[in-house]
């Protein structure tokens, strides 16, 4: 089964930092180009990062650049997200997706919640 | 940037009625699109690509069209579950970016 597991989130300080990590399974990690999109409570989706299948091209949201980092570990099925200079309008889910490029991502993960706050 | 205007933000409808939503681009993007249906506390499950492709599974109710700039999803007969959330998204160029989501609601 084509699974994506995201973790990592919890309470962080404004400021601060945080690292979030998307397991896959059940297909070739490494053949597919990777996003993270994000949720604000009660709003819409708005996309923060896509990552190409070997890492070389990376492209952000204006919202985030500067202050995050995405990459990947293709050994480990894994993709990651380091989130830096965290601000109270970066409380949000987290969701980790698949793309089949050329198409738009095809499965998600189930999201993990980020809350910046004091 | 390219910014996508989807309308309407909600909708009332009920069940066996014909909807539409639309989304336009604020400049062309060719048939680089994609609709998204969203239930609370779910992740966004993927309707349509290319504008007009149906995702394998979903069903044949759900139909997409445009090219260009302007781009609809339809739900030709509505049933009790299509009541969710829908969002557009375009991946034509970086940054990708979404509409702000049309609520489906049951009048």
């Known amino acids: 089964e084509v699974e994506l597991v995201e973790s990592g989130g919890g309470l962080v300080q404004p400021g601060g930092s945080r690292r979030l990590s998307c397991e896959a399974s059940g297909f070739t990690f490494s053949s597919y180009e990777m996003s993270w999109v994000r949720q604000a409570p009660g709003k819409g989706l708005e996309w923060v990062s896509y990552?190409?299948?070997?890492?070389?091209?990376?492209f952000y949201a204006d919202s985030v650049k500067g202050r995050f980092t995405v990459s990947r570990d293709n050994a480990k099925n894994s993709l990651y997200l380091q989130m830096n200079s965290l601000r109270a309008d970066d409380t949000a889910v987290y969701y980790c997706a698949r793309v089949p490029a050329p198409s738009p991502p095809d499965v998600w993960g189930q999201g993990t919640t980020v809350t910046v706050s004091s | 940037d390219i910014q996508m205007t989807q309308s309407p933000s909600s909708l009332s409808a009920s069940v066996g009625d014909r909807v539409t939503i639309t989304c336009r681009a604020s400049q062309g993007i060719k048939n680089d699109l994609g609709w998204y249906q969203q239930n609370p506390g779910k992740a966004p499950k993927r309707l349509i690509f290319?504008?007009?492709s149906l995702q394998s599974g979903v069903p044949s109710r759900f139909s997409g069209s445009g090219f260009g700039t302007e781009f609809t999803l339809t739900i030709s007969s509505l049933q009790p579950e299509d009541f969710a959330t829908y969002y557009c998204l375009q991946y034509n160029s970086f940054p990708h970016t979404f509409g702000q989501g049309t609520k489906l609601e049951i009048k």
């Open positions: 290319a504008a007009s």
């Open positions: 990552i190409s299948r070997g890492g070389s091209d990376i």
